[in-house]
């Protein structure tokens, strides 16, 4: 059922839910999650188990404010701190020490807890109704099947999980793409998971030079986001340079599956592809399109194509986000 997050009862509802251990669909500024009671270890089990997600992978718990911080973590570094000031509520998730009697379950059994302060209005919401109701910290991972595009509508998390799931809806996710994951366990900042924020404006924020080794460590905790394959729609997407899409528009004899292409460069559709070809505009704007990545991603698949031909992004920087996602959606599982 999707009830609509304007509404007070609607918000209500939700914490209800909560409270007394059940899912819910959560609209988040990054994407919608799979929330449920972070204190309630059976609650939690209920995630994996629809998710598909394996118990050992820990999921993030989402906090009403930043002073809820400590009621999870059993100590929170200056570093920390001062991220916490400065991008809360926002798009940046915390590994912190955890308290060894809260939240194991969400916490896949790591000695870490991942804690993030969300700033959606409704999420917002959602989270002090439900302390209000005794619920503390909310566990959500992104509301997709495991190893699946992450859903930006409530349409896409009905489309997951079925109707039978309570989802609030708050609108299309206005960043579009995953929170910056920042490890705080480490003595100093180490970016797990690049978002919409860059080292730079995290390193500036905290006064310490967060370390960016992006790829998984052997000692690193465990992070499905950092498997190789993850964020897969069902076509094929493959990362190639706007010569590469134009070279193989042109020298293929005829269209040999269902393509769509999304880049930035203009590319020439020849007659022979025009019926099987899907051709978008991919903005020139990270930050817009990180906002339009999953979205665009499940558009293509809706469509039935079964290729995604996608123009490699940008080197700099501020694509990380995106250039991550996509790799990753590039990269075929098993
Ligand atoms: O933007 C987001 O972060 C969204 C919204 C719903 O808040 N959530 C999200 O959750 O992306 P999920 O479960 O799809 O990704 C969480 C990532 C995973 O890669 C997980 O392994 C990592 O956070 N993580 C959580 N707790 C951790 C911990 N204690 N140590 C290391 N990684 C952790
Ligand atoms: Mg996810």
Redesign the pocket.
Known sequence: MILNGQLPTSIAAAAKALQQGELLG?P?E??????ADAGNDAAVGKIFEAKG?PAN????V?VASAQEVTRFASSVPDFAQKLMDVFWPG?L?L?LP?RPEVAAAA??G?N???V?C?SHATAHAVLQAAQALGVYGVA?????LFGRV?PTTAAHVAGEFGEELLIIDGGACE?G???S?V?C?RGQPVL??P?VLTPEQLSQACGVTVMTPVMPQAD???????LDSHYAPHATVRLMTAEQIQHALMTAPVAHARVAVWARSAVHVPETWAQQLTCNLMPTDALQCAHDLFAQLREFDAQGVTQIWVETPPSEVCWDGVRDRLTRAATPAG
């Open positions: 959560l988040t990054t994407v919608y999650g799979l929330a997600r992978h820990p999921l993030i989402h798009p998730t590994i955890r916490a896949g790591q870490s807890v991942g993030r969300p959500a991972p992104s509301a997709n992450s960043v793409i995953e929170s994951i490890d366990t797990l998971r978002g690193a905790p465990r992070a499905s986001g950092t």
